[in-house]
């Protein structure tokens, strides 16, 4: 079966969001998912699930084969059991995997608020919290805006659990307000960034509505 779209990273979080978003679009979607996941409310969306593991370049691989899609989505994060960050080593993977067997996919990679040049601008308690994080996270960024394919990245503030409101900000930069938004507005923003030639080759900032003055 040919998908509109795959996605990494989709069996919680702001990858579930994404997996419901794409499903309640009328999209064909896949999910790679490790053989250990909780995937029944990927289940319940009636996605297909590839098993595998980021950590496998080869799973990679297989993966974005048996999907066929033309879109690719990574919001890889986190460690494994020996403490090995997936927003590097398998973003790498997956970008990787792209080049071999999809290289005229679309991907959208999710990275975090304070990646590339952003960096300088987190407060200094942000950075303690969050520097192995970025670190990782701006390996995957690095490597993808020196490969020919096609791409863009977003940079989501931080997340909640709370509902969605509807009212996010896509930036090109980033400004001091609305830091924290719930994963169902970034979702719906990593889609609206994803569905627009004029935002390829860009990274994009995701940000909740700037406080009323």
């Not at 998908?3 to 069996?11: Q, R, T, Y």
């Not at 297909?48 to 879109?71: E, M, V």
């Not at 659990?161 to 896509?170: D, L, N």
Request: net charge negative; glycine share 10%; aromatic share 4%.
């Amino acid at each position: 079966m040919i998908h509109d779209v795959l996605i990494f990273g989709a069996s919680r979080g702001l990858g579930l969001c994404l997996a419901r978003a794409s499903v309640l679009r009328g999209e064909k979607a896949a999910a790679m998912v490790r053989p250990d996941s909780d995937t029944a409310a990927l289940s319940e969306l009636g996605m297909t699930l590839i098993r595998g593991d980021a950590f496998s370049l080869d799973d990679c691989i297989a993966a974005i084969q048996q999907a066929g899609a033309k879109r690719v989505i990574s919001v890889l994060g986190g460690k494994n059991a020996a403490g090995q960050r997936i927003d590097a080593l398998g973003n790498l993977n997956v970008i990787e995997a792209i080049e071999v067997a999809a290289p005229q996919a679309r991907f959208l990679l999710g990275t975090s608020l304070g990646c590339g040049d952003q960096w300088d601008s987190l407060a200094e308690g942000a950075q303690r919290m969050l520097g192995e994080a970025i670190k990782a996270k701006n390996q995957a960024e690095q490597r993808l805006e020196q490969s020919a394919l096609t791409w863009m990245i977003a940079r989501p503030a931080g997340l909640s659990h709370q509902p969605a409101t509807g009212q996010y900000r896509v930036l090109a930069g980033r400004d001091d307000a609305g830091n924290y938004l719930p994963r169902a507005d970034v979702a719906s923003a990593m889609l609206e960034i994803f569905a627009e030639d004029e935002r390829l080759y860009k990274a994009w900032t995701i940000l909740g509505p700037a406080d009323p003055a």
